[in-house]
């Protein structure tokens, strides 16, 4: 099994910035791509960043030129370094990983969520 940890969420004032940071752990093989997700309420999760394994990267477009997706494999852990806040990014942030266990299973793993919240 795999377990996925998060951590950063806070409140912060529009022009802010936050670090996230999401740690696998378990009977890992290998670790393909990472990712970071996020749920308003009232609203369905969307996608907010995604890094593979060699290091390519891409965004939503609200969020591009602000926010950065970087992951240390030695550690197995996933940063989303967000700056420029702006109230709209107020939201519960997932990380979400996949890889392959040491029995040679894929795995699909979820974080616990961490909440963001930007102030005006």
């Known amino acids: 099994q795999v377990q996925l940890v998060e951590s950063g969420g806070g409140l912060v004032q529009a022009g802010g910035s936050l670090r996230l940071s999401c740690t696998a752990s378990?009977?890992?093989?290998?670790?393909?791509?990472m990712r970071w997700y996020r749920r308003a309420p009232g609203m369905q999760r969307e996608l907010v960043a995604g890094?593979?394994?060699?290091?390519?990267?891409n965004y939503e477009d609200s969020v591009k030129d602000r926010f950065t997706i970087s992951r240390d494999n030695a550690k197995n852990t996933v940063y989303l370094q967000m700056s420029s806040l702006k109230p709209e990014d107020t939201a519960v942030y997932y990380c979400?990983?996949?890889?392959?266990?040491?029995?040679?299973?894929?795995?699909?793993?979820w974080g616990q969520g961490t909440q963001v919240t930007v102030s005006s």
């Open positions: 890094i593979t394994s060699d290091g390519r990267s």
């Open positions: 378990g009977s890992i093989t290998r670790v393909a791509g």
């Open positions: 979400n990983v996949g890889g392959m266990l040491t029995t040679l299973r894929p795995f699909d793993a």
